[in-house]
């Protein structure tokens, strides 16, 4: 069956260091992914999406890369800040229905 | 521009009730997306419509059911409520495969 794996546990780092966080799924080869913020009870936020032709994509502090060969996104966040602590979802279409779908999420936290 | 609003914010009902919950998109976007997000838990994909008809469900039962209005506004109906069915509800709007912008979300709890 195909499936969306982010890591459940959270990532707790320094203030001012980077923050890697992964996104790998199974059984389907999507034509964009996608990556949002939640903070607690409130809606996910767009970030970035980025498309199966794009290896790279960034926005200000943050960077995706999507490598289709390894089924793997990876997001990162330089130059962290508290205010960058949430839950990180990736989502991405599993079928060809179109339907939008998300990982678990991981939650970062940033340390003063 | 207004973004995706969600009505009512709260819902509390009784086990065997029936909630009905709204969602109105951003202007100009035609697919409404509906997830339900238990405590502590991911987003659970329900149901997608676009255009005025429903493209996708997810692994729910048929209790859970809605529309998408001509002006793409759209309701979720959940039947005979079970206590876990106490959740966040989430409606997100977006054009195809494009960025999905979310409401603010239903805490719907059942007692």
């Known amino acids: 069956s195909q499936k969306i794996e982010q890591n459940s546990e959270a990532l707790n780092i320094q203030e001012g260091k980077t923050a890697t966080l992964t996104c790998n799924y199974t059984?389907?080869?999507?034509?964009?992914l996608q990556w949002y913020r939640q903070d607690p009870g409130r809606g996910p936020v767009f970030l970035l999406l980025?498309?199966?032709?794009?290896k790279e994509k960034r926005k200000e502090r943050l960077k995706v890369t999507f490598d289709t060969t390894l089924k793997q996104s990876l997001f990162h966040i330089t130059a962290s800040q508290p205010a960058d602590s949430a839950t990180y979802l990736c989502?991405?279409?599993?079928?060809?229905?179109?339907?939008?779908?998300f990982g678990s999420g991981t939650r970062l936290l940033v340390r003063p | 521009e207004a973004g995706v609003t969600q009505s009512p914010t709260h819902l509390i009902k009784t086990r065997g009730q029936q909630a009905t919950l709204r969602c109105s998109p951003i202007?100009?976007?035609?697919?409404v997306y509906w997830y339900q997000q238990a405590l502590g838990l991911g987003l659970q994909f329900l149901l997608w419509?676009?255009?005025?008809?429903?493209?996708n469900r997810g692994n729910f039962p048929p209790r859970f059911s809605g529309r998408q209005f001509p002006n793409y506004s759209s309701e979720l109906n959940v039947n005979a409520l079970e206590l876990e069915d106490s959740a966040l509800y989430l409606c997100?709007?977006?054009?195809?495969?494009?960025?999905?912008?979310f409401g603010q979300g239903t805490r719907l709890t059942v007692v």
């Open positions: 997100a709007s977006s054009l195809v495969r494009r960025a999905a912008f």
């Open positions: 419509y676009d255009e005025g008809e429903e493209r």
């Open positions: 059984n389907y080869s999507p034509a964009y």
């Open positions: 202007s100009g976007h035609t697919s």
């Open positions: 980025i498309r199966e032709n794009e």
């Open positions: 989502a991405l279409e599993m079928d060809s229905s179109y339907k939008l779908i």
